[in-house]
């Protein structure tokens, strides 16, 4: 027979939502209860009812039966992954626009995955504040991976979308250059070059370059009108 554990469900409650960088306040004011009686469910003296527990999985991007678990069930499949990197924290550097300076410069975010048992969710967060931007998920078929990001409303009231298309095929274990698009903070459509990497890798001149669009991608934007990113690299073809 299965036995409630308050202490273990309070615990889930704790784990999924650090996971996902909230904090306790982030969590009350998206249920419509005190912080204090999210501390209260997290450490087991108050258990929420069947309409909080719907809401605070929907929040928490998580299903009913994660709360209960004892710690020893694997929910995933790591077969029919859906995390295509052998990490669940990316970094992303592509060149910001700084309106304060009016100049760009290479900024750097982090990518936090969240993998679920038919879903992958990711973070789209400040390398430094762990400030969450956009909240989005993951679709790939093993060759190509796309995020798909919208803003996280308790943070950012501006509607936004963002989307990073990024070429896995040939090695998920060092940077990849992929393509970031969304719009700025006058809703204007942008589209840069971006680099992923599963390590943190400095920002310097081998950085900037790969950053940079190169004179065949300039010719192909001549001829044809359309950019096409040349998103292999030398080491592509080294071995």
Sequence with gaps: MLKFDEKEFGNNIRKARKTLGLSTYNLADAIGVSHTTISRFENGTLVPDARQIVLICNELKIHEYELFQDGSESIINKKESGNPFDTTTLYLYYNCYLPHKQTYKICKFRLLIKEKATSCYVQFMDDKTDHIYMTGHIQHDGNIAVFIFENYKPNNTRFEITQIILNISNNTNRPMIGQLSGTNGQYVPFSRKCVISPTDI?????????????????????????LYLDTKTKLDFEN
Excluded: A, Q
Aim: glycine share 0%.
């Design 202 to 226: 400095p920002i310097d001149k081998d950085l900037e370059n790969m950053l940079k669009i190169t004179e065949s991608e300039k010719e192909t934007l001549d001829k044809e009108n359309i």
